[in-house]
């Protein structure tokens, strides 16, 4: 089974910090995906990348930034974390273009 | 502008009934299409999907049905148990490049599903 890891399920920050949500994947997934999900507005797709140190911007990227280092690691970053930015983030990873996605469990994350 | 569409925010089912869940999408594009299942505190993980190729793709007792002159999708679960009970998204995929796919979800409906 495909293993999609995010490293927090909570978190709480305050406006203004640098903020890091990690997620890792064990298959050897090619792609991997950032998304944030709100009340009645779904999933929406923030980046996402096809290959190692590969990154293109989603529908949503403004106020976040990701890093692909290695294959298996996929980190977004909020640059300088805003009220609005209070959400829940999902990871997700897919073996190549056409296969579904799986994903990771989510982070809550709160911005006080 | 929503690409993908489900009209109804939650649907309620007795046990054992039909299940008929609806998606729309405006984009001729798309090729790829998918339904995933979200428990609360849960990711969404990933229940059938369908290529515009097809018009129907079966999967126990889940269907996916796919009419692209009206571009529209639905998703039924016969019969339905109370362990269905989630939200239910849509997800519709677009090219990127030659190099991977993006998804468009949906806004997703809430499936209650009565003993």
């Known amino acids: 089974d495909v293993k999609v890891t995010q490293s927090s399920r909570y978190l709480v920050k305050r406006t203004g910090e640098k903020v890091f949500l990690e997620c890792v994947q064990d298959m050897d997934h090619e792609n991997m995906f950032w998304y944030r999900q709100d009340p009645g507005l779904g999933l929406r797709l923030i980046y996402f990348s096809y290959d190692v140190k590969m990154k293109e911007k989603g529908d949503i990227p403004e106020g976040y930034s990701v890093s692909r280092e290695k294959k298996e690691r996929f980190s977004l970053i909020l640059e300088s974390a805003s009220t609005n930015q209070t959400s829940m983030y999902l990871c997700a990873s897919s073996l190549a273009a056409y296969q579904p996605q799986h994903f990771g469990d989510g982070t809550r994350l709160s911005i006080l | 502008d929503q690409q993908v569409k489900q009209n109804s925010p939650s649907l309620s089912v007795q046990e054992g009934r039909i299940s008929i869940l609806n998606c729309d999408y405006t984009?001729?594009?798309?090729?790829?299409f998918l339904w995933y299942k979200k428990y609360p505190a849960e990711g969404p993980t990933f229940l059938i999907s369908i290529s515009s190729i097809k018009d129907k793709n079966e999967d126990g007792r889940f269907t996916v049905f796919l009419n692209k002159s009206a571009k529209h999708l639905s998703l039924h679960i016969v019969p339905s148990q109370p362990g269905d009970s989630a939200v239910y998204f849509c997800?519709?995929?677009?090219?990127?490049?030659?190099?991977?796919?993006?998804?468009?979800f949906g806004t997703g409906t809430l499936l209650a599903v009565q003993p």
């Open positions: 997800a519709a995929s677009e090219e990127y490049g030659g190099a991977t796919n993006k998804l468009i």
């Open positions: 984009n001729s594009m798309f090729d790829y």
